[in-house]
């Protein structure tokens, strides 16, 4: 079967020769995280949280035997939807994507926050299934593979079920069950109101079967009026049918809650000690807080004992958060037939007992904790950990033309783009971090090429550099910070050949720093990284940061 990969390759044989005179190599690429919060010690037996640090949110996790299967949303990146895989819920490897040929999906148009919100992941069979929302780019589909790592099916669309989150739940009894967030019956009593919907799913058709029916209105107390019901999941244990949903909205008073029932069409009766898991409770001002904790997802251990999956995220100056929403892991405690995930005023602990059958020590960089990563671009295809800003229409990341070195051709799209710009972009995952690379500078005017922090459309700082007409290299630093962005540091460099470019992050100051074969300078230090902070950005993604380069000829 013709892959992904060789139709976007037929299309840069295709490319005409001005477009491969404008390509910029790049050597390797660097990121290194420091963050103190890792530096403590990981004793034997334990795990550190986030078990995926930086911008991983919405965790959906399923059970395939021994094995274990996690999805995130990516929203408007491509490949879109990573599946993890792992043995012992600690240590993950990402195998594939759910969403990885430009056929399955189209982001063009939209602001990077839209796109796949909030996948699920179930196992029934022998069949994978995921579900999920393209906000404003089709709607609610399911996708299906035998393989978790791929390929996954083609979208089959659900076009009656509106709203977001949808998960499957299977009955003892065979017959399978779609839930969703949607609007209530009637109008909404106030901002924020919404509804659990539950309906039997076709597995064969892959298509909703009879009526819809709301098992939750508002929340778990409609009186208090609670926000956002969303990300429901069913499970079944001695008998009760438990749901349990996020509630309060993706900010600092996200929380999950949990209702039970004997029957599974309800009616569902909450949790007297509501909520299982939140934040909230906390003091605003205790040191390396995390927030936002929230949309959890449970699976059985092998061993008999139940975990959850959960977003949250780790804020600096209060408020911020760079490394977005990230994906935790703690175990269910079960007390008198309900479970909780965290007591009421206890903090998100950083180093936690791993789960009994995890074999050695749980190191987990690339994921978690403070290590150096590195690609040296000599792979025959890129490293799973590269996302682009929405599905790419050509193949500007090229990794033949110079073997041992990453070759971009340009597109003329800004970061500023809603459509596809040559970026490639690496999750920032640390609130202190150096991350660093090697190009050649643009051989003539008209190309601008270097290494960007962007955060989403609005947001970001582009280090590049240009061939000027008289051949000398201009170094310069832009800014966009929700305006049109300006340059605000310009810099002369000899006219060699080679250039080492370096963002250094330290939780909201950024610096700019190059090597044009002299060490290392600073172009400009100290300048405001809380732009990249999605409480400042808006939306919901994380921080990311790469190699870019553009095309600066005039049409």
Same mark, same amino acid.
């Given at each position: 079967m013709r892959t992904a990969g060789f139709a976007l390759l037929s299309l840069l044989l295709a490319a005409p020769a001005a477009w491969?005179?404008?390509?910029?190599?790049? *050597?390797?690429?660097?990121? /290194?995280?420091?963050?103190?919060?890792?530096?403590?010690?990981? =004793? =034997?037996?334990?795990? %550190?949280n986030p078990i995926l640090a930086g911008f991983h949110p919405d965790p959906g996790i399923a059970r395939a035997g021994d094995k274990y299967y996690l999805v995130n949303s990516t929203f408007g990146y491509f490949p879109g939807i990573p599946v993890f895989e792992s043995d012992d819920l600690v240590h993950w490897r990402q195998i594939g994507s759910v969403i990885d040929r430009p056929s399955q999906l189209d982001f063009d148009g939209l602001q990077l926050s839209r796109g796949v919100f909030a996948p699920t992941i179930s196992f029934h069979g022998g069949t994978f299934y995921v579900l999920n929302t393209a906000v404003d780019s089709g709607g609610n589909y399911i996708v299906t593979a035998k393989d978790p790592a791929g390929p996954w099916s083609e979208p089959v669309w659900l076009p009656t079920v509106g709203g977001i989150d949808t998960s499957l739940f299977f009955d003892d009894d065979g017959k399978a069950y779609l839930l969703n967030n949607d609007a209530p019956e009637g109008e909404p009593l106030y901002d924020g109101h919404r509804a659990i919907w539950l309906r039997e799913f076709d597995l064969e058709k892959l298509q909703p079967a009879g009526e819809a029916k709301v098992v939750v209105n508002g929340g778990m107390d409609i009186a208090q009026k609670p926000i956002w019901i969303e990300g429901p999941h069913l499970y079944k244990r001695d008998g009760w049918y438990y749901l349990s949903c996020a509630e309060g909205g993706t900010g600092p008073q996200h929380s999950q809650v949990v209702a039970r029932s004997r029957n599974v069409w309800g009616p569902y009766v909450p @949790?007297?000690? !509501? =909520?299982?898991?939140?934040? %909230? *409770?906390?003091? *605003? *001002? %205790?040191?390396?807080? /995390?927030? !936002?904790?929230?949309?959890?997802?449970?699976?059985?251990?092998?061993?008999?004992?139940?975990?959850? /999956?959960?977003?949250?995220? %780790? !804020? @600096?100056g209060g408020t911020h958060y760079n490394t977005g929403r990230e994906t935790y892991l703690l175990p269910v405690e079960w007390k008198d037939g309900w479970p909780t995930i965290l007591e009421h005023g206890r903090a998100i602990p950083r180093v936690a007992p791993a789960p009994s059958w995890v074999q050695g020590a749980a190191r987990q960089a690339p994921l978690s904790g403070n290590f150096a990563w590195r690609d040296e671009f000599d792979q025959p295809r890129l490293d799973r950990a590269w996302l682009r800003v929405r599905v790419p229409k050509t193949a500007w990341a090229d990794l033949a033309a110079r073997p041992g070195a990453l070759t971009i051709h340009p597109l003329a799209e800004n970061l500023d783009t809603l459509r596809n710009p040559s970026f490639l972009a690496r999750r920032q995952q640390h609130l202190v971090f150096e991350a660093s690379t090697a190009l050649d500078v643009p051989a003539r005017p008209g190309v601008a090429a270097g290494i960007a922090a962007f955060q989403n459309e609005a947001h970001w700082y582009f280090l590049g550099v240009r061939r000027t007409a008289g051949g000398k290299a201009q170094l310069f630093l832009e800014k966009s910070a929700g305006k049109p962005a300006e340059t605000i540091a310009t810099a002369t460099l000899a006219a060699g050949k080679t250039l080492k470019l370096k963002i250094a992050g330290n939780e909201g100051a950024y610096s700019f720093g190059y090597d044009d074969g002299d060490g290392w300078r600073w172009l400009r230090q100290g300048e405001d990284g809380t732009i990249l902070s999605t409480d400042v950005a808006g939306g919901f993604v994380g921080a990311t940061l790469g190699p870019y380069a553009r095309s600066e000829e005039s049409e």
């Open positions: 491969a005179q404008q390509a910029v190599a790049f *050597d390797w690429f660097e990121y /290194v995280g420091k963050d103190a919060a890792f530096e403590q010690p990981l =004793p =034997p037996g334990h795990y %550190r @949790y007297e000690h !509501n =909520p299982i898991l939140t934040q %909230r *409770d906390l003091p *605003d *001002d %205790r040191a390396e807080p /995390v927030t !936002n904790a929230g949309h959890a997802d449970l699976v059985e251990g092998r061993d008999g004992r139940w975990w959850a /999956v959960f977003l949250a995220s %780790r !804020n @600096y």
